[in-house]
């Protein structure tokens, strides 16, 4: 009888382990369940983005990133890969700016960038973004950069 008691109890355990098991893969299935923005898929991307999402998805061939900043302050340093059309230029060349992409705008800090996504929406862009913090944030969080 002891002995039955016994595996009962060690059935029990197994379920018990067993259970909390699951519950814990569950989250590690969904998240390497989800899309890789870096090479998969349709993007979705709010109107302003973080830099480790630029830095994830910048390489695709479905986006563009442009850098708002004037010359002098791109020779600084800037986002590898990335277009310069200082924000004054902008309006005579948008024939550089594709409507079949993802265009994501940045600058400095994000002011001029949101300037110029703002700029794009009204004349009939509708997948532009900013990055949030432009270069600041960008070399903030580890990223890496051109001069």
Not at 137 to 145: D, H, M, N, S
């Given at each position: 009888m002891k002995q039955k008691y016994l595996w009962l109890?060690?059935?029990?355990?197994?379920?018990?382990?067993?259970?909390?098991?699951c519950g814990g893969g569950a989250d590690t299935?969904?998240?390497?369940?989800?899309?890789?923005?870096?090479t998969e898929g349709e993007l979705n991307l709010p109107d302003t983005v973080?830099?480790?999402?630029?830095?994830?998805?910048k390489d695709r061939a479905d986006v563009v990133?442009?850098?708002?900043?004037e010359q002098v302050e791109y020779d600084e340093g800037h986002i590898p890969g990335v277009t310069l059309i200082p924000l004054g230029e902008v309006p005579n060349r948008l024939s550089?700016?594709?409507?079949?992409?993802?265009?994501?705008?940045?600058?400095?800090?994000?002011?001029?960038?949101?300037?110029?996504?703002?700029?794009?929406?009204?004349n009939g862009y509708t997948n532009v973004h900013n990055m949030e913090g432009g270069i600041v944030?960008?070399?903030?969080?580890?990223?890496?950069?051109d001069k």
């Open positions: 109890i060690g059935l029990l355990l197994v379920l018990l382990v067993g259970l909390a098991a299935t969904a998240q390497s369940a989800a899309p890789d923005v870096a973080d830099p480790q999402t630029v830095a994830q998805i990133v442009f850098d708002v900043r550089e700016i594709p409507k079949d992409k993802t265009v994501i705008m940045t600058c400095r800090s994000g002011n001029r960038s949101g300037q110029a996504t703002d700029f794009l929406r009204q944030a960008w070399q903030q969080a580890g990223l890496p950069v």
